[in-house]
């Protein structure tokens, strides 16, 4: 079993930032595929971000979102985390952290194995 464990969302302004964490526990070596998801209200669960935790290769889903936000993970810790800058307000979401076992890129939430309980993100105009 993982144990993801979200912090760092919260109410910020139009152009400003955030730093979403992802603290990991229990089986983490087990893990192959780390991702952020953000849910807003009435909307599906959409992919964010993702990285392997072993080489760090990274995928954005979204080019609105690409030079923006940065996801990065420190293995020692073992923590995912989410920079977001210049944030606009329909960034406003939930935003979850998932990990995945398989190996295997994946985009589709039912595809991840683990998921924290999800942190939220509000920007105002």
């Known amino acids: 079993q993982v144990q993801l464990v979200e912090s760092g969302g919260g109410l910020v302004q139009a152009g400003g930032s955030l730093r979403l964490s992802c603290a990991a526990s229990g089986r983490t070596f087990s893990m192959y595929l780390m991702a952020w998801f953000r849910q807003a209200p009435g909307k599906e669960r959409e992919l964010v971000a993702t990285?392997?935790?072993?080489?760090?290769?990274?995928?954005y889903a979204d080019s609105s979102v690409k030079g923006r936000f940065t996801i990065s993970r420190d293995n020692a810790k073992p923590t995912v985390y989410l920079q977001m800058n210049n944030l606009k307000p329909e960034d406003t979401a939930v935003y979850y952290c998932?990990?995945?076992?398989?190996?295997?890129?994946?985009?589709?939430?039912?595809?991840?194995?683990?998921w924290g309980q999800g942190t939220q993100v509000t920007v105002s105009s």
């Open positions: 998932a990990a995945r076992r398989s190996t295997g890129f994946r985009v589709a939430a039912r595809d991840y194995d683990y």
């Open positions: 990285i392997t935790w072993s080489a760090g290769t990274t995928y």
